[in-house]
């Protein structure tokens, strides 16, 4: 348990405790990783109990770990506490500033604020939980980043980030679709395995980012392709997840035009960012890749000396 005079611990804990996992990283004051501890714990399926149980079960692990800041749905409706979204633009001395020092349990923990916005191009609301400590840890990692980045998910964001601040974002739910569409229903029926950088993909890319058909029909198409031999089965995952991809990146291009020409990072699950980046370079965007486990710790240290 971190007690009174603690504060500037030579160590401390980054959390990133999501709908569907819990990930824990025991980090030092210069930002080498000791240890991590990872559960599919996520918040959704926990009540309040199971909660502090899980934070005091790390506490108890992990002894004299300094501060622990958590980031993510933790901080959600659905998590232990909710707390304010910082409203963007946000930097990082404004998350900090916003961090909120609560108890889960017995154990004091420093919840991360998640970032809200009104996006430019519609006036529409947007949220975020969990990304803006990748997202500052990424600026750490390239000094001086401006322009639009991609973290592939379940929720995929597509945000404006300029001189160290979060300024603009859309959500996209391609992921969280293409996984329940997988999972049960008509088109589960239809797909055998996970989908894979192939030609169905490349022209579920094609075809999504056309917007000739709206996804609905798209969709449905995928299973009819199957059932009269056009698609093998193997093949319907990819081809589903290239039109779900294709179709972001359509919106991606109808919202933010000046990313043609550009590079743009991917922070997130090397597998799936594999699959944006070629979609990405079907219309001719290039990417880099960015792994999410070391934005996430280069953000846990910015926000970490950012609170001290």
């Excluded at 079960?57 to 409706?77: F, K, Q, T, V």
């Amino acid at each position: 348990m971190l007690r009174v005079g603690e504060e500037k611990a030579t160590e401390f804990v980054g959390v990133n405790w999501g709908s569907s996992n819990f990930r824990a990283y025991r980090i030092r004051g210069d930002g080498v990783l000791l240890d991590q501890w990872i559960q599919p714990a996520g918040v959704s399926g926990m009540d309040k109990a199971s909660m502090a149980g899980l934070i005091e079960e790390l506490d108890a692990r992990w002894a004299g770990h300094g501060p622990i800041y958590a980031c993510g749905m933790i901080g959600s409706n659905i998590g232990w506490q909710e707390v304010p979204y910082a409203l963007a633009p946000a930097g990082l001395a404004k998350i900090s500033e916003t961090t909120v020092h609560t108890h889960i349990g017995n154990v004091q923990v420093r919840i991360v604020p998640g970032v809200t916005c009104k996006r430019t191009f519609d006036g529409g609301p947007d949220i975020l939980r969990g990304e803006e400590i990748e997202l500052f840890g990424f600026s750490t990692i390239q000094s001086g980043f401006d322009g639009l980045l991609a973290l592939p998910g379940t929720h995929t964001k597509w945000v404006m980030f300029h001189s160290g601040h979060v300024h603009d974002f859309f959500t996209s739910m391609s992921g969280e679709i293409y996984d329940r569409l997988t999972a049960a229903g008509l088109l589960a029926s239809t797909v055998e395995g996970e989908a894979n950088l192939n030609d169905a993909f490349e022209g579920g890319v094609r075809l999504g980012q056309e917007r000739t058909l709206g996804l609905g029909t798209l969709l449905f198409g995928a299973r009819a392709k199957v059932i009269r031999g056009e698609l093998k089965r193997r093949d319907a995952s990819s081809y589903i997840r290239g039109l779900l991809i294709g179709a972001e990146i359509a919106d991606a291009l109808a919202i933010y035009p000046q990313l043609q020409g550009t590079t743009i990072p991917l922070i997130g699950n090397e597998a799936l960012s594999v699959l944006y980046a070629a979609a990405l370079a079907s219309v001719g965007i290039k990417s880099s890749l960015v792994s999410s486990k070391d934005a996430c710790l280069s953000g846990f240290l910015a926000l970490h000396r950012a609170c001290e």
